[in-house]
């Protein structure tokens, strides 16, 4: 079995839970590949009994992986992304950072976690991504998001105007600082802090939050997630930005931005008794009674 690990720099607090899932992989004697700049972190407080193989790429990681483990946040995991894309590699989230609802495995659950996973009991998530196409062809081959595609204003200014159709039907004309046009799995982010719905993941829907909207009346929609979204936006300055996840790319006001579902999935790993009920409830500390 091999194992890439993926991740972003942690508090010295974490580097005991760290050592003990290396410690554990190697034990089970299963091959350990490490992203290149997580791997030079891991150098200062980690220790390897054989050396470590290290990629910094899409190509470097290749296909022969079972898993990826993203160590980090859910921002941490959208990066790691980027790395997997349409691999079908299984990622495990393991959360380093506050809250946390894709890489939703507490350092206290890494040990049972690792276990279920060497002894098959876990399931699958597939989660449906949306993909960019511009003209330009912004972010090349990296035209995709798990969570969401967010236009915004470039600067702290004055609004901006969006057109949004969807099946080439005309929508709304958004007048707000930006727009979220999220999956189910991006429900949790960026859109729910604009007030957007939460959505269960394979529900196959896509989800258009608005972002401070000039009009009260304006309120996020739910559409099927085999429709196409085109948004035209008008600026005062002619130049917004556009991001895929924490991917940012400034555009002009006569670029057509076309959203539509990805054609590939990426694969969550959910250990025994971590569902993503669960984790909404836990995270969001919902059924809890507070009063004294």
């Excluded at 993203?70 to 299984?90: E, H, N, Q």
């Excluded at 990296?142 to 969401?148: H, P, R, S, Y």
């Excluded at 999956?183 to 972002?211: E, Q, R």
Aim: with cysteine; proline share 3%; glycine share 6%.
């Amino acid at each position: 079995m091999t194992i890439a690990i993926f991740g972003s720099p942690y508090p010295e607090h974490f580097s005991k839970y760290i050592q003990h899932l290396i410690k554990k992989l190697e034990s089970e004697h299963i091959k350990i590949i490490v992203e290149e700049k997580f791997n030079t972190f891991l150098q200062n407080n980690i220790r390897f009994k054989n050396a470590v193989t290290t990629f910094n790429s899409h190509e470097t990681l290749g296909n022969n992986i079972d898993f990826l483990f993203s160590i980090g946040g859910d921002g941490t995991l959208l990066k790691a992304v980027t790395y997997v894309r349409g691999s079908s590699i299984p990622i495990l989230g393991i959360n380093t950072g506050r809250l946390g609802f894709i890489s939703s495995i507490s350092a206290g659950q890494i040990d049972d976690a690792v276990n279920d996973i060497l002894k098959g009991n876990y399931q699958i998530n597939e989660r449906a991504l949306l993909e960019l196409n511009t003209n330009k062809k912004l972010f090349k081959e990296k035209n995709f998001a798990l969570n969401e595609v967010a236009v915004s204003k470039k600067d702290t200014s004055s609004m901006i105007r969006i057109d949004a159709f969807v099946d080439d039907e005309f929508l709304n004309t958004y007048w707000a600082d930006g727009l979220v046009v999220s999956t189910p799995t991006g429900s949790t982010g960026y859109s729910l802090s604009c007030g957007g719905p939460i959505i269960m993941p394979g529900t196959n829907n896509i989800i258009i939050t608005p972002n401070a909207p000039h009009n009260l009346n304006v309120r996020p929609i739910v559409i099927d997630d085999n429709s196409v979204v085109k948004l035209k936006v008008e600026d005062r300055d002619q130049l917004a930005l556009v991001s895929l996840d924490s991917r940012s790319r400034a555009f002009d006001s006569d670029t057509e931005l076309v959203i539509k579902k990805a054609d590939f999935k990426i694969k969550l790993i959910q250990p025994q008794n971590n569902s993503f009920t669960a984790t909404i409830r836990h995270k969001l500390m919902w059924g809890l009674d507070k009063r004294s």
